[in-house]
T-cell receptor, first 110, second 113 residues
Framework: QKEVEQNSGPLSVPEGAIASLNCTYS??????FFWYRQYSGKSPELIMS????GDKEDGRFTAQLNKASQYVSLLIRDSQPSDSATYLC??????????FGKGTLLTVNP | SAVISQKPSRDICQRGTSLTIQCQVD?????MFWYRQQPGQSLTLIAT?????????ESGFVIDKFPISRPNLTFSTLTVSNMSPEDSSIYLC??????????FGPGTRLTVL
């Protein structure tokens, strides 16, 4: 059974710090990985996608993928209180289905 | 990305009744998905809905309980049948775009009494 595990959290960081969110996956056939942000009472919003080993940067966000270790991470630099949300890691296969982790609740303290 | 709407945004229903949730997207998409998110939990895929074919259900979900329609490339419905309090959840539709990326609708918050 395909599984995606996230560091359970909750994670609390001060404003301006780097928040590090981690995820491991069990299915070596997974080809694509996604990070979604979900504010309380809202639907998931796509932040980043990553398909190849290495780093992918978009503004304050950097996604990292290591397929050998089956590991995906999201770094948020210069964290802001508005980044406080639940972050969901998801892995995708050839059938377009996504498997989601349970999410990590991030709180950024002013 | 995609602009997706869902109706209703929330509802309170009585046990034993059924509710149909609509999902509308702003342009044609091949694949639409329906998820359930129970309180404090992550997303669980209910089924994949492709236009012109029967929906494909995940383990633990059956057509009699969650019938799905996909009449065209911009619209789908999910019905939650014979509801019980355990069906109280947020129901989300998503569409696949841009190399298997999924974008989510705003969700339908269902409470069953």
């Amino acid at each position: 059974q395909k599984e995606v595990e996230q560091n359970s959290g909750p994670l609390s960081v001060p404003e301006g710090a780097i928040a590090s969110l981690n995820c491991t996956y069990s299915d070596r056939g997974s080809q694509s990985f996604f990070w979604y942000r979900q504010y309380s009472g809202k639907s998931p919003e796509l932040i980043m996608s990553i398909y190849s080993n290495g780093d992918k940067e978009d503004g304050r966000f950097t996604a990292q993928l290591n397929k050998a270790s089956q590991y995906v991470s999201l770094l948020i630099r210069d964290s802001q209180p508005s980044d406080s949300a639940t972050y969901l890691c998801a892995g995708g296969g050839s059938n377009y289905k996504l498997t989601f982790g349970k999410g990590t609740l991030l709180t950024v303290n002013p | 990305s995609a602009v997706i709407s869902q109706k209703p945004s929330r509802d309170i229903c009585q046990r034993g009744t059924s509710l149909t949730i609509q999902c509308q997207v702003d342009s044609q998409v091949t694949m639409m998905f329906w998820y359930r998110q129970q309180p404090g939990q992550s997303l669980t895929l209910i089924a994949t809905a492709n236009q012109g074919s029967e929906a494909t259900y995940e383990s633990g979900f059956v057509i009699d309980k969650f019938p799905i329609s996909r009449p065209n490339l911009t619209f789908s419905t999910l019905t939650v049948s014979n509801m019980s309090p355990e069906d109280s959840s947020i129901y989300l539709c998503s569409v696949e775009r841009d190399a298997d990326t999924q974008y989510f609708g705003p969700g339908t918050r269902l409470t069953v009494l």
